[in-house]
């Protein structure tokens, strides 16, 4: 039996992966988070990888917070990019195979077309900068790697747009959210599914290293997605669609971040939702 190591166990990819299970009766799953784990530590990835003779690795961990990465971009460093090379290094060392997630941030969003995996990339943010030092930095000691990236990602796990969205239709009576940032919600279930059949591929000798783009098809603006969010769970609230600069943040958001996913969708054969299908399966779930 074959094991996997999932990182950042407890956030909303790991929680996705975990309800999945039952479903690969065929591997032995070893979840962990930073309660378990310390993945900038090399000494204890190592050990742990070597310990459970472990086939494959998601990374799952992260640094999210945004925001509080433009004054913390040293620890947002240490967890996107020094973490993801001590991980790299030990795959390598164990033989184990790698799937690394990363984000659309590591684009500028200032393309007018769905961002392919070769496009420049060009990030605004703290975030951006240490997700794409990440890539890497793994590509460099794990050239065997997968990395996926993804975008807008959310569940019925852990703090999220959609849980935001929810709160905020029953705590008032209006709000704006902005119509002028595109992109693609992504559902942590289906990107969870993806990242396990790249697992199931593997074993029939048809995983294929290199970056690729998942989200879930279409094409909205947070505006359009809260608009839907609240059409779906019967809320009757007024949502004001403003522009970016009404709405101002520490970090920099890419304007526009579709992704082209034609590469996982060939590499892999995959068939992807749209982005609505997925809301209302993720929101029956909550």
């Known amino acids: 039996m074959e094991t ?26 070893l979840f962990t988070d930073v309660d378990t784990l310390d993945i900038t530590d090399p000494a204890a990835v190592k050990a742990i990888v070597k310990d459970n003779q472990v086939n494959y690795i998601l990374n799952c961990a992260a640094y999210t917070a945004v925001d509080k990465a433009e004054d913390n971009e040293d620890l947002c460093r240490r967890i996107n990019c020094y973490a993801v090379r001590v991980l790299g290094e030990a795959a390598r060392e164990a033989g184990a195979k790698i799937i690394h997630v990363s984000t659309d941030y590591v684009f500028s969003g200032t393309n007018y077309r769905p961002y392919k995996e070769s496009d420049d990339t060009r990030p605004v943010s703290a975030y951006g900068r240490t997700k794409l030092a990440g890539e890497e930095a793994l ?19 852990g703090s999220n747009f959609v849980k935001t969205v929810l709160r905020l239709g029953k705590e008032r009576d209006e709000l704006g959210f902005v119509f002028d940032q595109i992109g693609t919600p992504t559902y942590a279930g289906d990107l969870a599914a993806v990242i396990l059949a790249v697992v199931t591929a593997g074993e029939k000798g048809a995983f294929v290293p290199g970056i690729y783009h998942y989200s879930n098809e279409g094409v909205c603006s947070w505006y359009d997605f809260t608009v839907k969010i609240l059409q779906i769970a019967g809320i009757e609230y007024r949502v004001r669609p403003i522009e970016s600069k009404d709405f ?10 579709v992704l082209n996913k034609s590469k996982i969708k060939e590499t892999y054969g995959i068939t992807i939702p749209h982005w609505e299908a997925s809301l209302h399966v993720c929101m029956e779930r909550m």
Request: hydrophobic share 40%; proline share 9%.
């Open 248 to 257: 101002p943040t520490r970090a920099v958001r890419p304007p526009y971040s």
């Open 139 to 157: 590509m460099e000691v794990c050239p065997d790697a997968v990395i996926i990236r993804t975008a807008w990602l959310y569940s019925e796990f």
């Open 4 to 29: 996997i190591l999932v990182t950042g166990a407890n956030g909303q990819l790991g929680n996705s992966i975990r309800l999945l299970t039952d479903q690969y009766p065929q591997y032995n799953f």
